[in-house]
């Protein structure tokens, strides 16, 4: 006979085991995307993946020619692309032997989406974006925004948003209305937008602007930020309540003292006619902003800098060779080659 100990520690087993969270897969291509009972296939499938999902599951968002479209996100999820710019150059060779990328249009954080992380996708080129609503803890990492950016919506409060390692064609806007954004850390990117977070209307509390490299001739509206180490291309800030200190520009950034951010000739930063898409912004080595250097400063700079295509950090295959013909019941041969990446 069981006794109640055995009884009650099998139970806290199975509720363990049926609680745990899943891999789901998603893939553009029938084929691909069969073989398992998690995982979805077509160009509506990334919503039909979050509508199956529960709290705490991975959706792997597989490289496509096509765009897997607009999701709402209403749990806590953890969506993984295959990250951007690969291929031949400008993009970066040799990090992914699939040369596709997982694109997206739209995704909206809505309510219930706390502590999702959303890392290696590339958001559309034509009206696609991150779009918040009253959410928190959430982490946008090493995703390529290749129009519209990042939007905080009219009358939301946003806690404790990581956006980090990205990078942005567009902006990091607020919505007409007010907001309520707080401990908005944003570090790290590479970005041709502006930021524009300092309306009247908007409360914004600890917003942390570091290690980013900007290169729009436009100004950044900030409001009691902490805007350090970063590099200035082009542009300026405005705003009011900022401290800026230890970045450095190409031109005198406005109320910030010019002993702790210089002004420096961007010829002797970078060449920008030299390197990837995003490699040309990695600070020149004889430059003592370089990440090696002693004063660091730029998107790869500090202690998680920029990464090279986006590259998620779980393990990639970066070579594949295989045989490319046989006969019915014939041997095929793969090579591959994988890494881990930090």
């Known amino acids: 006979m069981r006794t109640p100990t055995l009884l009650l520690t099998a139970a806290l087993i199975a509720t363990a085991l049926t609680s745990q969270a899943r891999i789901i897969r998603v893939n553009s291509v029938a084929a691909y995307a069969t073989t398992c009972t998690t995982?979805?296939?077509?160009?509506?499938?990334l919503s039909q993946a979050v509508s199956a999902a529960i709290s705490g599951d991975t959706i792997h968002l597989e490289p496509s020619d096509f765009s897997y479209g607009d999701v709402d996100i209403n749990k806590k999820l953890v969506i993984i692309g295959a990250g951007y710019f690969h291929g031949a150059s400008p993009n970066n060779i040799g990090l992914q032997a699939n040369q596709q990328v997982s694109t997206v249009n739209r995704i909206n954080?809505?309510?219930?989406?706390?502590?999702t992380v959303i890392m290696g996708l590339r958001f559309a080129e034509y009206g696609g974006g991150l779009f918040f609503y009253t959410t928190s803890h959430i982490r946008i990492i090493r995703n390529f925004f290749d129009s519209y950016g990042i939007s905080f919506q009219s009358g939301n409060t946003a806690a404790n948003i990581t956006i980090a390692e990205n990078y942005i064609n567009g902006g990091i806007n607020h919505e007409y209305g007010s907001q309520t954004l707080t401990n908005l850390v944003i570090?790290?990117?590479?970005?041709s937008g502006t930021i524009?977070?300092?309306a009247t209307d908007d409360v914004v509390t600890n917003l942390t602007v570091t290690n980013n490299t900007f290169t729009n001739t436009g100004n950044h509206g900030l409001k009691n930020a902490q805007v350090?180490?970063?590099?200035?291309?082009?542009?300026?800030?405005?705003?009011?309540?900022?401290?800026?200190?230890?970045?450095?520009?190409?031109?005198?950034?406005s109320n910030a003292d010019p002993l702790q951010n210089p002004v420096v000739p961007m010829g002797n930063v970078y060449n920008l006619s030299v390197g990837t898409h995003d490699s040309k912004y990695d600070i020149l080595s004889s430059s003592p902003y370089n990440e090696t250097g002693?004063?660091?400063?730029g998107a790869f700079s500090g202690i998680s800098p920029y990464r090279l295509s986006g590259i998620p950090n779980i393990p990639t295959i970066y070579s594949?060779?295989?045989?490319?013909?046989?006969?019915?019941?014939?041997?095929?041969?793969?090579?591959?080659?994988?890494?881990?990446?930090?």
């Not at 995982?39 to 499938?45: L, R, S």
């Not at 002693?294 to 400063?297: K, N, W």
């Open 39 to 45: 995982c979805f296939y077509g160009t509506n499938a």
């Open 196 to 198: 524009g977070l300092n």
């Open 109 to 115: 954080l809505l309510t219930n989406s706390d502590s």
């Open 320 to 342: 594949l060779q295989s045989t490319l013909n046989t006969t019915p019941g014939g041997t095929v041969n793969v090579t591959l080659s994988t890494r881990s990446n930090p």
């Open 228 to 253: 350090t180490y970063n590099v200035f291309a082009a542009g300026n800030i405005s705003g009011t309540n900022n401290e800026i200190h230890h970045n450095i520009s190409a031109t005198a950034l």
């Open 294 to 297: 002693t004063q660091a400063r």
């Open 187 to 191: 570090r790290n990117n590479i970005m």
